[in-house]
């Protein structure tokens, strides 16, 4: 069977969800979510996890945004352990926005966090596992047999010679309870979970007919194109459109939110109508914000005295009595998402009602800013995610869907905005940089007693969930700084928000990415300064963390630690994000100056694995990833004004440039952790140890080509 992964319409989806012509349908009430009444709220029609019809067609709606980390094949495969069937059997549809479908580790409809696979880990499983139930139990009320005696096979209810397929029984399953006492599989007996399968969104993705958001088409669609202000933060002037409204095709030019759109019949219309427009801007508060000035705002804000992150012994007092101190200064620029995928949004805008045909991260998030928008209620506005060419944090923003409704209302047609590469890369919610002052205190052996780290930068979390972060510091600040894994008496950690004046958004690792490359970059600066070699120096201190212990040595010896050929030099690093213990060692040669990276060994313990595929593809994903921004990385500003465009000043890591990646996955029977980003975080400290072990020149700045310590 060819799998058929779609956006469906209102219309479809009620037809998937709907009871009429029969079928069993099953929806769950899930734990943490704080409106399980929810559960019957679309339209008046249960919301579905699965639905089998009478025609033995299965559907499964996934629940969290597909943008190529697997998640419709590795959700997909939890509910059909369960279920007894193959991944061909089975046909994929996004989920619509409902409270059923808030992911528990987020509190929202959010794909995030490398979050998917935790948060389904049980309950699709669950679901899979009612369904086979209840179709049992049909099967041996019409045969008026014990179900026990029963067994399930490939879709089909067996009975000795005799079987029942699921959708003959489907109908009369229906109409049972839906079981609550359910008792999953044990790993031992998985067919599907823990074994490599084929990603179910491939083969569409290679024939052309996956739907992606810039390839949506709707009857009478226009399209628009959209300036917005040079100047972050910004606003229009006035402007005057008298030219670009008699180029062909051009139907409005209009004022939004966030600029001037000009629709057209076509894009390209737009776009070079765009051109014609003359437009007049006010800077705004940020006419003269420059990198330096964002730099200098941090250093100063270091001053003060930060909130406890975590406090464990008296650092301060361990510090002064210490043989030996060594403090440095970490500092790391704002990144871009960079997605290859351009930001895009299909709106489709009426006086009672709206689609939204939208590549997003969070549907709830997007359902709310769109009804306000166009003035309707957040009921009357339904999301219709299509596949993500690239999220990375960038598409849990809902900036590129504003503009799309504006024109749709005043239009009343559909319009689809497309921003251009240089849009996105002008416009983007960067990562956020960081000002980070560390020090560590040695014993006369060289024993690390003492560890003090001052972080210092944004909130993300401040603007888009104020909530969270009212009377708590920002979680999504401290990552890898409060969970710091070694062994040391006195510890404390510190954090001071500084706002910068522009927005700031989640990035791949959040801030993982920052603060590992300081704490783990800093031990190896510790390890030098005792005397001892990086990776023994971090093994002795995690006797009581055994699962970090373990990725540590496996990546030591699988890389061959200490065995590298001559002019090659080796950097390690370590750190546990999203549930998943992961090290990686780095070996780089610097020949003439130049860095040339060999090889990266990574060791991962990332809990139970659903698909080994997915989870190899997800490494190497991130670790390239989390190298393209240490290597090159940077936004800068000037006037306001960011300087970078595209990939010709934002630049990206080349095929040819790609090193080896060797990753090792260590068996475990823990609960699943996630797998979209911790190895973006861990590959930078990687990187720049290796450098510092080739040329003795330690870098504490991002990005690597910019320090002048190598050339690139």
Known sequence: MTHKITDSSRRDFLKITGLAGGGL??????????????LGAEGGQPVAWL??????????????????????????????????????????????????YVNA?????????????????EKLRKAGAQARM??????????????????????YVVNGSKRLSYGALAENAAKLPVPTDVTLKAAKDFKLVGKPQKRIDTAAKVDGSALYGIDVKLPGMLHAALAQPPVLGGSLNRFDAKAAETMPGVKKVLATASGVVVVADHYWQARKALAAVKISWKAGPNASLSTEGIKAKLRAAASRPGRDVRKEGDATAAIKGAAKILSATYELPLLAHATLEPQNCTADVRQDSADIHVNTQTQQVA???????????????????????????????VDYLTAAVEASKAMGKPVKVIWTR???????????????????????????????????????????????????IDPFAVEAAQNYPYDVPNIAVTYNREEIGINVGYWRSVSHGLNCFVAESFMDELAHAAGKDPYAFRAALLGKQPRYK???DTAAEKAGWGKAPAGHFQGIALMEGYGTY????????????????????????CGSVVNPNIVDQQIHGSILFGLTAALWGEITLAGGQVQQKNFDSYRLLRLPEAPPIDVHVIDSTEAPGGLGEPGTALIGPAVANAIFAATGKRLRALPIAKQKIVTI
């Open 25 to 38: 349908v099953l929806g769950l009430s899930l734990t943490g979510c704080s409106k399980p009444s929810a």
């Open 105 to 121: 580790l987020l509190g929202a409809q959010i794909t995030g966090g490398s979050s998917s696979v935790r948060d389904g880990w």
């Open 367 to 397: 359902q709310g800013v769109v009804a306000a928008v166009a003035g309707l209620k957040p009921e009357q506005v339904f999301i219709h995610t299509t596949l993500l060419g690239g999220g990375f944090g960038r598409r849990l923003e």
């Open 550 to 552: 373990r990725v540590l």
């Open 134 to 155: 209840m179709l049992v139990q049909a099967a041996a009320t019409h045969w008026d047999v014990d179900a026990a005696k029963l067994t399930v096979q490939g879709g």
């Open 422 to 472: 240089e849009d996105d890369t002008t416009h983007d919610a960067y990562r956020p940089p960081a000002h980070d002052e560390v020090t560590g205190a040695l014993d006369a052996q060289g024993n690390l007693v003492a560890w003090k780290l001052h972080l210092t930068g944004p909130s993300i979390t401040a603007r888009m969930f104020p909530a969270v972060v009212e009377t708590a």
């Open 582 to 605: 992961m090290a990686q060692v780095a070996e780089v040669s610097v020949e003439g100056g130049a860095l040339k990276i060999h090889r990266v060994t990574c060791a991962v313990d």
């Open 51 to 100: 639905k089998i019809d009478s025609e033995n067609a299965i559907t499964v709606l996934v629940d969290r945004s597909e943008m190529g980390q697997g998640v419709y094949t590795s959700l997909t495969q939890l509910l059909a352990e369960e279920l007894e069937v193959s991944l061909d059997a089975i046909r994929v549809v996004a989920a619509p926005v409902n409270a059923v």
